[in-house]
């Protein structure tokens, strides 16, 4: 796992939890209003993949579950995980690119009903993603992918002073190439051949010469407003649409976005698809249903968007209609680690993964709110202009104070929690009852980063082992992990109440 350099290990922030009465007059624990819809707390639990969809892309019983018991926490808002806006395979990821995945949303929107008491709004996360292929191995590289060309051949000949591989049989010279040492090859290969030998082949939307990529502009807006629809039939309160981390959106976005079709280039023609996007699901949902957007306040990578980019970004959402702004940062694949041969690159193994899920091995900032000065930059600048769409931070945030901080600076209008949900889903109603000191405490060492990286069912440490032989419980595929806490959620009246007035 990457971490900055040097590096020490940070101790978890001293948490002082409130009393049930403290937490009530919090402003963490106070209603919103995201477009048409009331959010009754502005706490948040960010999407995150568990690995436990069908290989169809349909809701399981463990999809159920796993949202069920986040939903007995109560967080005012659930983001349920990047969902596919394609009807293709794309391994047990959701799906929503087809009514067929309609009933299964649907029992997915009725399970955090129940379980929270009706007080979760639960919103669904629309991703696009584009081709990643796995590391091939070289031999069949070379034997099978390379799209072998005269300019291969007349680099061969340079490279070796060889002239008999200027028309040797095509079988000898793919041989050849698969025994060159790597010296060889970068003289020999493109940045792009070489990066699919040694990555694995990865599309890019400035793959213009890809017919497909060429008509992301014209099929992206219909195909995420098309799923954006069958959110809103299936029940749930709202979309995200995720233009953040490694994904099709956001490298529209990104200033490594080179298109020469209008598309790519300067900020004013990177943020055309993601508006062009916006109106669709706007014509598609109507205009009291939330529609928010996930994207980068920093790429972190060379040569990739800096705040700058992201504050006249999220100017141009504000003013596009977006009803909530919810900033991540890094999360791409130009800086990621080289995968073993058979893997894929995974986007979050490089300093820009860090930065979007630090860890406690960390710099002198820690990993602790570490994000949050993007989200405040982010926030001024739009209030500066006038409109009040809500910001929503997360980043190594798991105490009561620091959340209160951060909507007392008006550093951010809500605060997210990813890592320390997933540590104790229950954490955010026991924060609100006044039971703080029951709270099982993120390390943020990051193992349930490594399952998702492994695309395996996605547990926490901290309980997915504990009463491992009690029957009944659901198992990760292996049966070597508990797939949920063990225990039950806090026993307690009904429904806290909430303060009288809604303050915006
Ligand atoms: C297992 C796992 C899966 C994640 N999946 C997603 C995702 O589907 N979409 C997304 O925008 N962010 C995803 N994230 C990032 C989180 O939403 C969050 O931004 C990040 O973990 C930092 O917040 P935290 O420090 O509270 O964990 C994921 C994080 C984890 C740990
Ligand atoms: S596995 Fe580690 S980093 Fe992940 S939620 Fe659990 S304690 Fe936190």
């Known amino acids: 796992m990457w971490h900055p350099t040097p590096a020490r290990r940070h101790p978890l922030p001293t948490a002082h939890w409130p009393t049930a009465e403290a937490a009530a007059a919090g402003r963490w624990f106070r209603p919103i209003r995201i477009a048409g819809t009331t959010v009754l707390q502005r706490t948040w639990v960010p999407a995150m993949v568990p690995w436990r969809a069908t290989e169809d892309g349909l809701v399981t019983d463990d999809v159920v579950a796993w949202y069920r018991r986040f939903a007995a926490g109560r967080p005012g808002v659930i983001v349920v995980e990047a969902t596919g806006i394609r009807d293709v395979p794309s391994g047990p990821l959701l799906r929503a690119g087809h009514d067929r995945f309609i009933p299964g949303l649907q029992r997915l929107v009725e399970a955090v009903r129940e379980a929270s008491h009706g007080e979760t709004r639960l919103f669904l996360q629309l991703i696009d993603f584009l081709a990643v292929k796995r590391r091939p191995q070289k031999a069949k590289y070379f034997e099978r992918f390379l ?45 792009r051949e070489q990066e699919a030998l040694r990555f694995g082949y990865r599309e890019r939307v400035t793959d213009l010469h890809l017919p497909h990529v060429r008509e992301l502009p014209a099929v992206l807006p219909g195909l995420f407003a098309a799923a954006a629809a069958r959110a809103r039939t299936a029940g749930f309160d709202g979309v995200e649409l995720h233009y953040a981390h490694a994904y099709t959106m956001a490298s529209f976005l990104s200033r490594l976005n080179t298109r020469d079709d209008g598309y790519g280039g300067k900020r004013e023609q990177r943020v055309k698809v993601p508006l062009l996007v916006l109106r669709a699901v706007r014509r598609a949902v109507g205009g009291e249903y939330p529609v928010g957007v996930r994207f980068l306040g920093d790429e972190v990578i060379d040569g990739g968007n ?49 930065e979007c899920m630090p860890t406690v091995i960390s710099d002198e900032k820690g990993p602790f709110g570490r994000n949050v000065a993007l989200a405040a930059g982010i926030r001024r600048a739009v209030r500066e202009l006038g409109y009040d769409t809500p910001v929503v931070t997360a980043g190594g945030i798991c105490t009561f104070e620091q959340a209160e901080q951060i909507l007392a600076r008006g550093d951010a209008d809500i605060v997210a929690a990813a890592r320390q949900s997933l540590a104790d889903p229950d954490w955010f109603r026991k924060v609100r009852l006044g039971l703080g000191a029951q709270v099982r405490r993120c390390e943020f060492t990051n193992y349930c980063e490594g399952l998702d990286q492994m695309h395996k069912q996605v547990t926490c440490k901290l309980w997915d082992r504990a009463e491992l032989g009690e029957p009944g419980l659901a198992k990760s595929a292996d049966g070597r992990r508990l797939l949920a806490p063990s225990w039950s959620p806090p026993e307690t009246p009904s429904r806290p109440s909430l303060p009288s007035s809604a303050p915006g």
């Open 306 to 354: 800096r705040i700058e980019d992201a504050t006249w970004f999220a100017l141009e959402f504000a003013r596009a209609g977006f009803d909530f702004l919810s900033i991540s940062k890094g999360g791409r694949f130009e800086d990621a680690k080289q995968p073993a041969v058979g893997a894929a690159v995974y986007p979050y193994t490089g300093p820009s993964g860090y």
């Open 147 to 191: 799209a072998l060309s005269e300019r291969h051949r007349a680099a061969l000949v340079a490279a070796t002073g060889d002239g008999r591989w200027r028309d040797a049989p095509e079988a000898d010279v793919r041989a050849r190439l698969a025994a060159a040492d790597d010296a060889l090859l970068d003289r020999v290969l493109d940045w």
